[in-house]
């Protein structure tokens, strides 16, 4: 891969917990991030891989250091700002299914892209169809959320970060409730994005597989990074 | 067009609380249709008891004050003395100069309706031994009509007689009832000048105020005038009404400039009576504020109650890019509609209370039941409605923007 192009990247990114005692979760961690590149976060359990995530999500702003997406300070921006960047350029899949419960599947993949606006109602809906189809959820669109098993939930929630094709999608074990056919189609749906579509994919796993097939894998431990495994170059 | 997804929201968090939503909004319907009603309540009934007081007092009177001899002579220079003496009444006669050619000026006026003059005495009726103190007012009984209108009050007789005869009298009820007479008997009237007169009844009337049926009664201009020995051209008042009754205060200022007499409105007058509304009015609505403070409490306890068991919804909608505001925008919609719903079916329910009140027949003299409303009541019971429910919303709704989305997501 030439060419590289860095779409987001941390300096010095420290996080402390002050509560029950200061707790340095997250220690001096500087890395880069290319377009297109499908990134894994692996790491023992409490070794700071979610905290990392919520930090590169713009969701946490208590840190120390500076991140930046697509060449913009994202460090100290306003909290709406931050709101908008998400809904344009970031979709999340979360280590729990998080849906609206009281909605169909389908109102669930289409809220970010009705908040974004950029679409007709009509469009969107399509677009939705055509998200919950490459998961194979089509059948499902009309049930309400809360009605679907916790693996198709955690699918729709996929679904539902792909519809405003964000640059970057986070995931915070995005297979964690998943089978191994259901995980191997979602690994391979992540590697078209990246591959075909150019999208950035930052996934953290406690599967092996998962994370040796991806392009790169960052390893934490305690808060810092002690390796970078690159599959490329 | 498809609803905005802000209250595409909100109606979904609506239709799965609809009971509990529904209640809370009641709470707005029971403050706003206690508010619209006891309000035209209170309407109905001071402006009964308005026309009540109109039907004796004009809207504006002019007339000669009496004068008090002034208690102190300033000193010219300060060589002479300055004099001091008792003050005492100086009127000599109640009685206006040319009072018709003033009442001529008086009519110029745009806002001035009807002017009519009065020849008001003090006198005793007599029927054989009985004697019954009484008052008198010589009038133009066509004019006095127009301003009064007596005509709607009289229980037996007609206006008209009193019109062409110079000894007619129309007397009130309760003279009527104690001095035994009835219409085309005779009534012996003793003015304190001395005047006797012989006068026919003509009519009886009944205002329904009991010291007014006891004593007064209406006269023959003319007659009051021989009554007080005095000429043609003798009044003691002149009354005036006026369009809009309520603005008294300001046309008796502005009359008071071209005329050379006292001019007194009906609001000065009776300064204590307007104040005992107004306190009227304040209580009432104090009790109407408190009532909604309650359905506030209601809408704002649902909200709130809602808001912590969608913590996860809140973080979700966050994560995904909506804002702050846009949250805050999601759960004031839902206070708004709340409201709405509550205010409309409050305004509906206000207005058939009324409408069944007002349909109510007491009886003489009060008739149909006195309850008044306009617009204004409704738009003010309205917006009120509203402003609370949007206050009630917005403090649960500005806790719900600053949820943490992390903090929850990490649990
Ligand atoms: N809100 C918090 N307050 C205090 N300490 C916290 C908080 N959240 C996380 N921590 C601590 O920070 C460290 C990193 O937690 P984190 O959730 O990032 O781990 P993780 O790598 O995602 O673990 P897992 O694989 O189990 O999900 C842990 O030691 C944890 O106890
Ligand atoms: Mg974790």
Known sequence: MNNKKIILSTKNLTKYFHEPVKFKALDSVSFEVYAGEFLTLVGKSGSGKSTLLYCLSTMDTTYEGELFIDNQKVTNQKTDELAQLRGTSIGFVFQFHYLLPEFSCLKNVMIPALKLGKYSHEEIEAKAYQKLALLGLQDQALKPASKLSGGQQQRVSIARALINDPKIIMGDEPTGNLDSKNTEIVFNIFRELSQDLGQTIIAVTHDNDFAKASDRTIELADGQIISHRKVYE | ?411
């Open chain 2, 1 to 411: 067009m498809k609803a905005p997804v802000n209250v595409e929201i909100a109606l979904t968090h609506i239709f799965t609380r609809k009971k509990q939503m529904l209640i809370a909004a009641l709470g707005v319907t029971i403050g706003i249709a206690l508010y619209i009603f006891s309000n035209s309540l209170m309407k109905g009934f001071t402006k009964y008891s308005r026309n009540e007081m109109f039907k004796t007092m004009p809207h504006i009177k002019v007339f000669k004050e009496d004068e008090i001899s002034k208690p102190l002579l300033a000193s010219a220079n300060s060589q002479s003395l300055t004099v001091i003496r008792n003050p005492r009444m100086t009127t000599l006669s109640k009685s206006l100069v040319n009072p018709y050619a003033l009442i001529k000026t008086i009519q110029q006026e745009k806002y001035v309706r009807n002017v009519t003059a009065q020849v008001n005495i003090d006198f005793f009726y007599s029927n054989g031994k009985t004697q019954l103190k009484g008052m008198g007012s010589g009038v133009n009984i066509l004019e006095a009509d127009a301003m009064f209108s007596i005509q709607s009050t009289l229980l037996a007789g007609s206006l008209q007689d009193l019109a062409h005869n110079q000894n007619a009298i129309v007397i009130g009820k309760g003279i009527a009832e104690k001095m035994n007479v009835g219409i085309d008997d005779n009534i012996t009237v003793t003015s304190s000048r001395g005047v006797v007169k012989n006068m026919k009844i003509v009519g009886i009337f009944s205002t329904g105020n009991k010291s007014t049926d006891e004593q007064k009664a209406y006269l023959h201009t003319t007659a009051a005038q021989q009554l007080a020995k005095e000429s043609a051209n003798y009044a003691t008042d002149i009354y005036v009404s006026v369009h809009n009754p309520d603005s008294s205060l300001v046309y008796a200022a502005k009359l008071q400039q071209i005329m050379p007499y006292k001019v007194e409105d009906w609001q000065t007058t009776n300064a204590d009576i307007l104040a005992t509304d107004k306190i009227r009015m304040i209580m009432n609505n104090v009790v109407a504020l408190a009532m909604m403070m309650v359905a506030a409490f209601g809408i704002y306890n649902i909200l709130n109650m809602t808001i912590s068991q969608k913590l996860n919804d809140i973080a979700i909608l966050k994560a995904v890019g909506f804002s702050g505001k846009d949250i805050i925008k999601i759960f004031v919609t839902e206070a708004l509609i709340m409201g709405v719903v509550g205010t409309l079916i409050g305004l509906g329910i206000g207005a058939i209370l009324i409408e069944i009140l007002s349909r109510v027949y007491i009886g003489k003299p009060i008739g149909y039941f006195p309850i008044y409303y306009n617009l204004n009541t409704f738009l003010v019971g309205g917006s009120f409605g509203l402003l609370v429910s949007l206050g009630a919303g917005y403090l649960p709704a500005r806790k719900a923007a600053s949820v943490d989305p992390v903090e929850i997501f990490r649990k």
